[in-house]
């Protein structure tokens, strides 16, 4: 059996760092650079940076436009998951902010699609999210995250979404038909929080916020023991009032 020369990992990682290089060398230059311009920034000699250029090139990495390259489609993608994870950690840094300050296990979900999305939790052990024992996206009609998410969409886009999943009651607290359900959402006032008490889970009680930015909906939510429920709503009524400083932090997270 054919054996792998030994030389054959550093040079491949040589081959690695050499293409990193050439990377770093294009993405200096907003309107691109020449092969031997590149091949001088990078320390490489000319035919070995003509070599890894087409190589990044034919896989997307880089565009050759007019004699120069630039950055292409697939570095952009790289570049753009960056970003959405420093959008991910901006938003849990809220979140935790809110955990600790109120106490409470913190939400935050969109509607996206068609589909309730809880995007992010930040909870304690010493103060546990509400465990997810009916999945969140097919019982939005029995938990404050999408009740409130529900109260944001158009009279068509509701209908559509209880057509896929119907109301039926999860204890003997939750709405029990899609009428009332529907009044609720429909008295529902812009930016108040919406209470579920034990609908979802026994013993319970759960809060939420509407975050709206643009066409896209969005909330925010906490919970605690139903035995806690005027502290719930004290600490939610916290939160709405400074809901306007958590915006530049949330309204981007929504596409993340």
Partial sequence: MATTPRTAVPTLIGSVQRA?????????????????????????????????????????????????????????????????QNRRATLVDSLTHWRDALGVPVYFAVYRQGEI???AVSDTPAAPAVEEWADFRETGH?????????????AASREDHLDRYPVRPLTRHSVRDRGILLRRLAAAERMQPIVEQQ????????????????????????????????????????LRSEVGALLGSLAFSISI
């Fill in 20 to 84: 990193l290089r050439l990377l770093e060398a294009v993405g200096s230059h907003t309107d691109g650079a020449p092969a031997k311009q590149l091949a001088r920034e990078a320390g490489l000699p000319l035919p070995t940076a003509y070599h890894l250029l087409r190589t990044l090139t034919h896989e997307g990495y880089l565009r050759r436009e007019r004699g120069v390259f630039v950055i292409g489609p697939a570095a952009e993608r790289l570049a753009g998951g960056g970003a959405v």
């Fill in 117 to 119: 999305e809880l995007v």
């Fill in 142 to 154: 029995a938990h404050a995250l999408g009740q409130c998410l529900l109260s944001q969409l158009d």
């Fill in 199 to 238: 609908e979802y889970a026994l013993g319970t009680v759960c809060a939420a916020i509407p975050i709206t930015a643009g066409s896209s909906a969005a909330a925010m939510a906490i919970s605690g023991p139903s035995s806690e429920e005027e502290r719930l709503r004290s600490a939610v009524e916290t």
